[in-house]
Protein backbone atom coordinates (compact mmCIF):
# COMPACT_ATOMS: atom_id res chain seq x y z
CA UNK A 1 0.00 0.00 0.00
CA UNK A 2 1.35 3.68 -0.75
CA UNK A 3 1.86 5.98 1.70
CA UNK A 4 -1.02 8.71 2.79
CA UNK A 5 1.17 11.05 1.73
CA UNK A 6 2.21 9.78 -2.20
CA UNK A 7 -1.67 12.00 -2.93
CA UNK A 8 -0.50 14.25 -1.10
CA UNK A 9 2.46 15.43 -2.95
CA UNK A 10 1.18 14.17 -6.10
CA UNK A 11 -1.31 16.62 -5.94
CA UNK A 12 0.90 19.27 -5.05
CA UNK A 13 3.23 19.02 -7.55
CA UNK A 14 0.58 18.40 -10.03
CA UNK A 15 -0.99 21.77 -9.27
CA UNK A 16 3.05 23.19 -9.23
CA UNK A 17 3.06 21.71 -12.60
CA UNK A 18 0.00 23.46 -13.71
CA UNK A 19 1.46 26.74 -12.90
CA UNK A 20 4.57 26.19 -14.58
CA UNK A 21 3.22 25.49 -17.93
CA UNK A 22 0.78 28.62 -17.61
CA UNK A 23 3.70 30.75 -17.08
CA UNK A 24 5.50 29.42 -20.23
CA UNK A 25 5.08 31.60 -23.47
CA UNK A 26 3.20 30.25 -26.23
CA UNK A 27 4.87 31.57 -28.77
CA UNK A 28 5.08 27.85 -30.19
CA UNK A 29 1.27 26.65 -29.55
CA UNK A 30 1.84 23.30 -30.85
CA UNK A 31 4.54 22.81 -28.64
CA UNK A 32 3.42 24.04 -25.66
CA UNK A 33 0.61 21.84 -26.28
CA UNK A 34 2.97 18.81 -26.14
CA UNK A 35 4.65 19.67 -23.80
CA UNK A 36 1.87 20.44 -21.17
CA UNK A 37 0.56 17.14 -23.07
CA UNK A 38 3.43 15.21 -21.56
CA UNK A 39 4.01 17.11 -18.59
CA UNK A 40 0.83 16.72 -16.94
CA UNK A 41 -0.18 13.43 -18.16
CA UNK A 42 -0.53 12.02 -14.62
CA UNK A 43 1.93 9.32 -13.77
CA UNK A 44 3.15 7.90 -10.25
CA UNK A 45 5.65 11.06 -9.61
CA UNK A 46 8.06 8.72 -7.71
CA UNK A 47 11.20 11.53 -7.91
CA UNK A 48 8.85 14.45 -6.72
CA UNK A 49 7.66 12.38 -3.70
CA UNK A 50 11.05 11.56 -2.75
CA UNK A 51 12.13 15.14 -2.94
CA UNK A 52 9.51 16.09 -0.61
CA UNK A 53 9.40 13.11 1.13
CA UNK A 54 12.99 13.31 2.02
CA UNK A 55 13.01 17.05 2.10
CA UNK A 56 10.18 16.70 5.06
CA UNK A 57 11.83 14.38 6.94
CA UNK A 58 14.96 16.86 6.85
CA UNK A 59 12.33 19.33 8.07
CA UNK A 60 12.96 21.30 5.21
CA UNK A 61 9.74 23.32 3.96
CA UNK A 62 7.82 22.06 1.04
CA UNK A 63 8.39 26.05 -0.99
CA UNK A 64 11.60 25.30 -0.78
CA UNK A 65 11.49 21.56 -2.21
CA UNK A 66 8.79 22.89 -5.10
CA UNK A 67 11.60 23.92 -7.44
CA UNK A 68 13.38 20.53 -6.80
CA UNK A 69 10.70 18.33 -7.63
CA UNK A 70 9.08 20.35 -11.08
CA UNK A 71 12.73 20.39 -12.17
CA UNK A 72 12.95 16.47 -11.87
CA UNK A 73 9.77 16.24 -13.05
CA UNK A 74 10.51 17.93 -15.72
CA UNK A 75 13.59 16.28 -16.73
CA UNK A 76 11.99 12.72 -16.34
CA UNK A 77 8.83 13.73 -18.56
CA UNK A 78 11.57 14.64 -21.73
CA UNK A 79 13.25 10.67 -20.44
CA UNK A 80 9.69 9.57 -21.18
CA UNK A 81 9.23 11.46 -24.49
CA UNK A 82 12.57 10.63 -26.03
CA UNK A 83 12.42 7.21 -24.95
CA UNK A 84 9.19 6.37 -26.44
CA UNK A 85 10.09 7.69 -30.26
CA UNK A 86 10.68 5.24 -32.74
CA UNK A 87 14.37 5.74 -32.75
CA UNK A 88 14.54 4.89 -29.02
CA UNK A 89 11.09 2.06 -27.46
CA UNK A 90 8.79 2.74 -30.11
CA UNK A 91 5.51 2.77 -28.25
CA UNK A 92 2.37 4.10 -28.97
CA UNK A 93 1.39 4.44 -25.09
CA UNK A 94 2.52 5.66 -21.96
CA UNK A 95 0.24 6.26 -18.85
CA UNK A 96 -2.63 4.74 -20.72
CA UNK A 97 -2.27 7.37 -23.71
CA UNK A 98 -0.74 7.93 -26.66
CA UNK A 99 2.82 9.15 -26.47
CA UNK A 100 3.76 12.27 -27.60
CA UNK A 101 5.00 11.61 -30.96
CA UNK A 102 1.57 9.78 -31.46
CA UNK A 103 -0.77 12.57 -29.96
CA UNK A 104 1.05 15.15 -31.93
CA UNK A 105 4.49 14.35 -34.43
CA UNK A 106 7.80 13.48 -34.26
CA UNK A 107 9.14 16.39 -34.54
CA UNK A 108 7.28 18.20 -32.13
CA UNK A 109 7.93 15.20 -29.81
CA UNK A 110 11.59 15.86 -30.55
CA UNK A 111 11.18 19.67 -29.60
CA UNK A 112 8.83 19.25 -26.46
CA UNK A 113 11.28 17.15 -24.95
CA UNK A 114 14.32 19.10 -25.77
CA UNK A 115 12.13 22.56 -24.14
CA UNK A 116 11.18 20.20 -20.87
CA UNK A 117 14.78 19.45 -20.29
CA UNK A 118 15.66 23.17 -20.81
CA UNK A 119 12.69 23.92 -18.59
CA UNK A 120 14.27 21.76 -15.61
CA UNK A 121 17.11 23.68 -15.31
CA UNK A 122 15.60 27.06 -15.63
CA UNK A 123 13.09 26.35 -12.76
CA UNK A 124 16.17 25.38 -10.83
CA UNK A 125 18.49 28.35 -11.46
CA UNK A 126 15.78 30.99 -11.00
CA UNK A 127 17.01 33.97 -9.20
CA UNK A 128 13.65 34.73 -7.40
CA UNK A 129 14.22 31.76 -5.56
CA UNK A 130 15.67 33.32 -2.63
CA UNK A 131 14.92 30.63 -0.07
CA UNK A 132 18.04 28.52 -0.96
CA UNK A 133 21.80 29.92 -1.23
CA UNK A 134 23.46 30.37 -4.74
CA UNK A 135 25.50 27.70 -3.42
CA UNK A 136 22.96 25.67 -2.99
CA UNK A 137 21.25 26.63 -6.12
CA UNK A 138 24.13 25.85 -8.06
CA UNK A 139 24.52 22.31 -6.16
CA UNK A 140 21.68 21.44 -7.32
CA UNK A 141 22.02 22.46 -10.74
CA UNK A 142 25.12 20.36 -10.94
CA UNK A 143 23.64 17.43 -9.23
CA UNK A 144 20.57 17.25 -11.96
CA UNK A 145 23.15 17.72 -15.30
CA UNK A 146 25.20 14.92 -13.93
CA UNK A 147 22.39 12.61 -13.59
CA UNK A 148 20.52 13.60 -16.71
CA UNK A 149 23.51 13.58 -18.99
CA UNK A 150 26.81 10.62 -20.00
CA UNK A 151 27.01 10.04 -16.23
CA UNK A 152 23.68 9.22 -15.39
CA UNK A 153 20.51 8.50 -17.21
CA UNK A 154 21.76 9.19 -21.09
CA UNK A 155 24.18 6.71 -20.63
CA UNK A 156 21.88 3.87 -19.52
CA UNK A 157 20.02 4.47 -22.21
CA UNK A 158 22.77 4.09 -24.60
CA UNK A 159 23.53 1.05 -23.45
CA UNK A 160 20.11 0.03 -23.20
CA UNK A 161 19.89 0.88 -26.95
CA UNK A 162 23.31 -1.49 -27.74
CA UNK A 163 22.09 -4.72 -25.31
CA UNK A 164 19.07 -5.10 -27.66
CA UNK A 165 19.20 -8.63 -28.86
CA UNK A 166 22.59 -8.83 -27.22
CA UNK A 167 23.69 -11.59 -24.35
CA UNK A 168 24.89 -9.73 -21.28
CA UNK A 169 25.30 -10.67 -17.65
CA UNK A 170 23.63 -9.12 -14.55
CA UNK A 171 26.62 -7.06 -13.85
CA UNK A 172 26.25 -5.15 -16.57
CA UNK A 173 22.05 -5.36 -16.31
CA UNK A 174 22.51 -3.51 -13.36
CA UNK A 175 24.97 -0.89 -14.23
CA UNK A 176 22.67 -0.46 -16.95
CA UNK A 177 19.59 0.86 -14.94
CA UNK A 178 21.74 2.38 -11.95
CA UNK A 179 22.72 4.68 -14.80
CA UNK A 180 19.20 4.66 -16.16
CA UNK A 181 16.62 4.27 -13.90
CA UNK A 182 18.57 4.91 -10.51
CA UNK A 183 20.85 8.31 -11.42
CA UNK A 184 17.40 10.08 -11.32
CA UNK A 185 15.78 8.46 -8.09
CA UNK A 186 19.21 9.09 -6.41
CA UNK A 187 19.10 12.40 -7.70
CA UNK A 188 15.78 12.91 -5.58
CA UNK A 189 16.86 12.20 -2.52
CA UNK A 190 19.92 14.29 -3.46
CA UNK A 191 18.37 17.71 -4.56
CA UNK A 192 16.27 17.08 -0.90
CA UNK A 193 19.35 17.12 1.39
CA UNK A 194 20.87 20.25 -0.51
CA UNK A 195 17.88 21.96 -0.01
CA UNK A 196 18.57 21.71 3.91
CA UNK A 197 20.90 23.25 5.91
CA UNK A 198 22.78 19.89 6.87
CA UNK A 199 26.67 18.67 6.60
CA UNK A 200 26.32 15.58 7.45
CA UNK A 201 27.75 13.40 4.69
CA UNK A 202 26.65 10.06 7.23
CA UNK A 203 22.64 11.35 6.18
CA UNK A 204 23.69 11.91 2.54
CA UNK A 205 25.12 8.44 1.95
CA UNK A 206 22.37 6.66 3.76
CA UNK A 207 19.89 8.43 1.49
CA UNK A 208 21.75 7.59 -1.82
CA UNK A 209 22.30 4.41 -1.04
CA UNK A 210 18.79 3.82 -0.34
CA UNK A 211 17.34 5.24 -2.98
CA UNK A 212 20.09 3.34 -5.38
CA UNK A 213 18.80 0.18 -3.86
CA UNK A 214 15.26 1.28 -4.26
CA UNK A 215 15.60 2.22 -8.26
CA UNK A 216 16.99 -0.77 -9.18
CA UNK A 217 14.14 -2.51 -7.05
CA UNK A 218 11.81 -0.42 -9.14
CA UNK A 219 13.58 -1.70 -12.64
CA UNK A 220 12.92 -5.42 -11.25
CA UNK A 221 9.29 -4.61 -10.66
CA UNK A 222 8.90 -3.31 -13.68
CA UNK A 223 10.39 -6.15 -15.40
CA UNK A 224 8.49 -8.41 -13.58
CA UNK A 225 4.79 -6.55 -14.36
CA UNK A 226 6.02 -6.75 -18.22
CA UNK A 227 5.39 -10.90 -18.00
CA UNK A 228 2.70 -10.76 -15.20
CA UNK A 229 0.57 -7.33 -15.66
CA UNK A 230 -1.70 -6.48 -18.66
CA UNK A 231 -1.61 -2.89 -20.81
CA UNK A 232 -5.27 -1.32 -19.52
CA UNK A 233 -3.49 -1.75 -15.74
CA UNK A 234 0.15 -0.86 -17.53
CA UNK A 235 -0.66 2.49 -18.59
CA UNK A 236 1.49 0.84 -21.67
CA UNK A 237 1.98 -1.74 -23.66
CA UNK A 238 2.15 -5.34 -21.44
CA UNK A 239 5.15 -7.08 -22.97
CA UNK A 240 7.04 -4.33 -24.82
CA UNK A 241 10.46 -5.72 -23.56
CA UNK A 242 9.96 -8.90 -24.45
CA UNK A 243 8.76 -8.37 -28.04
CA UNK A 244 11.67 -5.82 -28.41
CA UNK A 245 14.39 -8.28 -27.13
CA UNK A 246 15.21 -6.07 -23.85
CA UNK A 247 17.51 -7.76 -21.45
CA UNK A 248 15.20 -8.11 -18.25
CA UNK A 249 15.95 -9.67 -14.89
CA UNK A 250 13.47 -12.62 -15.06
CA UNK A 251 15.30 -13.30 -18.69
CA UNK A 252 18.32 -13.62 -16.52
CA UNK A 253 16.82 -14.94 -13.02
CA UNK A 254 14.30 -16.07 -14.35
CA UNK A 255 10.32 -14.96 -12.81
CA UNK A 256 10.96 -16.11 -9.52
CA UNK A 257 14.76 -15.39 -9.11
CA UNK A 258 13.59 -11.93 -10.27
CA UNK A 259 10.93 -11.72 -7.32
CA UNK A 260 13.52 -12.75 -4.94
CA UNK A 261 16.08 -10.30 -6.21
CA UNK A 262 13.16 -7.60 -5.53
CA UNK A 263 12.60 -8.55 -2.17
CA UNK A 264 16.32 -8.09 -1.27
CA UNK A 265 16.55 -4.73 -2.74
CA UNK A 266 13.78 -3.89 -0.78
CA UNK A 267 15.72 -5.38 2.49
CA UNK A 268 18.57 -3.41 1.27
CA UNK A 269 16.67 -0.35 1.37
CA UNK A 270 15.31 -0.62 4.41
CA UNK A 271 18.58 -1.09 5.98
CA UNK A 272 19.96 2.25 4.98
CA UNK A 273 16.78 4.10 5.86
CA UNK A 274 18.10 2.67 9.54
CA UNK A 275 21.02 4.04 9.31
CA UNK A 276 19.23 7.61 9.82
CA UNK A 277 18.57 9.25 13.01
CA UNK A 278 14.96 10.54 11.31
CA UNK A 279 11.20 9.24 11.56
CA UNK A 280 12.01 7.25 7.95
CA UNK A 281 8.25 5.71 8.08
CA UNK A 282 7.09 7.01 5.51
CA UNK A 283 10.10 6.39 3.40
CA UNK A 284 9.69 2.77 4.61
CA UNK A 285 6.47 2.62 3.42
CA UNK A 286 6.90 4.09 -0.33
CA UNK A 287 9.55 1.48 -0.41
CA UNK A 288 7.07 -1.69 -0.12
CA UNK A 289 4.83 0.37 -2.34
CA UNK A 290 7.31 0.24 -4.99
CA UNK A 291 7.75 -3.25 -4.92
CA UNK A 292 4.49 -4.81 -4.50
CA UNK A 293 3.01 -1.98 -7.15
CA UNK A 294 0.95 -3.66 -10.09
CA UNK A 295 1.25 -0.31 -12.74
Do not use: W
Amino acid sequence: MAPESLSLYQHRVEQQLQLLMSAQPETASRLHQAMRYSLTNGGKRIRPFLVYACGSMLKVPLETLDRAALAIECLHSYSLIHDDLPAMDDDDLRRGKPTCHKAFDEATAILAGDALQALAFSVLADNDDQSLSATLRLKRIQLLASAAGIAGMCAGQAIDLAQTNQQTDLATLEHMHRLKTGALIECAVQLAYYSSELNCTDTLHALTEFASSLGLAFQVQDDILDIESDTAVLGKPQGSDCKANKLTYPALLGLEGAKTKANQLYQDALAALARLPYNTDELKAFAHYIIARKF
